[in-house]
T-cell receptor
Framework: AQSVTQLDSQVPVFEEAPVELRCNYSSSVSVYLFWYVQYPNQGLQLLLKYLSGSTLVKGINGFEAEFNKSQTSFHLRKPSVHISDTAEYFCAVRGGTSGSRLTFGEGTQLTVNP | EAGVTQFPSHSVIEKGQTVTLRCDPISGHDNLYWYRRVMGKEIKFLLHFVKESKQDESGMPNNRFLAERTGGTYSTLKVQPAELEDSGVYFC??????????FGQGTRLTVV
């Protein structure tokens, strides 16, 4: 069975600072990796995904993530955050023995302060 | 193009009552998924429809939960009778294939 660990439940940062949200997964087979974001009172929105190819993936709103197979990690980064980036971020994995279902981490609440 | 629509957005019911959640997927999406997030924990898979057929229902917690997908269009998730531990946010997602899922806004269920 697959699992996803998001290493920080809460990340407070100041506006314009860089941020990294960490995600590790466990799987014995190749998987697809995703980051979703949930803004207050909204649904889950796809930020970016890794399916194959280049290990550096760029997403919406200036976010990017790097797939590291040897470290089984898929950390999310942004060089300069805005107040509007305040949201909960979810790392998820799909594939392998779990078929097309998504397996999520517990989420990381990013709070950007002025 | 309309997104995935879920309603109600919020439901408060008493223990022992019945609640039905509805999900309207994006038109043309054969795959429909239900997920649940309980008390700030991870979002967990409940089940997967392909058109009107249940492809995988291994995540359904018990037989108090019944999901249907009429004619391969909208889906309902009924909880009968509801228990306190059923409280949480229920998400629906749809996808044309198996790679990218589009999520609805969720239904927040509170059982008191």
């Amino acid at each position: 069975a697959q699992s996803v660990t998001q290493l920080d439940s809460q990340v407070p940062v100041f506006e314009e600072a860089p941020v990294e949200l960490r995600c590790n997964y466990s799987s014995s087979v190749s998987v697809y990796l995703f980051w979703y974001v949930q803004y207050p009172n909204q649904g889950l929105q796809l930020l970016l995904k890794y399916l194959s190819g280049s290990t550096l993936v760029k997403g919406i709103n200036g976010f990017e993530a790097e797939f590291n197979k040897s470290q089984t990690s898929f950390h999310l980064r942004k060089p300069s955050v805005h107040i509007s980036d305040t949201a909960e971020y979810f790392c998820a994995v799909r594939g392998g023995t779990s078929g097309s279902r998504l397996t999520f981490g517990e989420g990381t609440q990013l709070t950007v302060n002025p | 193009e309309a997104g995935v629509t879920q309603f109600p957005s919020h439901s408060v019911i008493e223990k022992g009552q019945t609640v039905t959640l509805r999900c309207d997927p994006i038109s043309g999406h054969d795959n429909l998924y239900w997920y649940r997030r309980v008390m700030g924990k991870e979002i967990k898979f409940l089940l997967h429809f392909v058109k009107e057929s249940k492809q995988d229902e291994s995540g359904m917690p018990n037989n108090r939960f019944l999901a249907e997908r009429t004619g391969g269009t909208y889906s309902t998730l009924k909880v009968q009778p509801a228990e306190l531990e059923d409280s949480g946010v229920y998400f629906c997602a749809s996808s044309p294939g198996t790679l990218q899922a589009f999520f609805g806004q969720g239904t927040r269920l509170t059982v008191v």
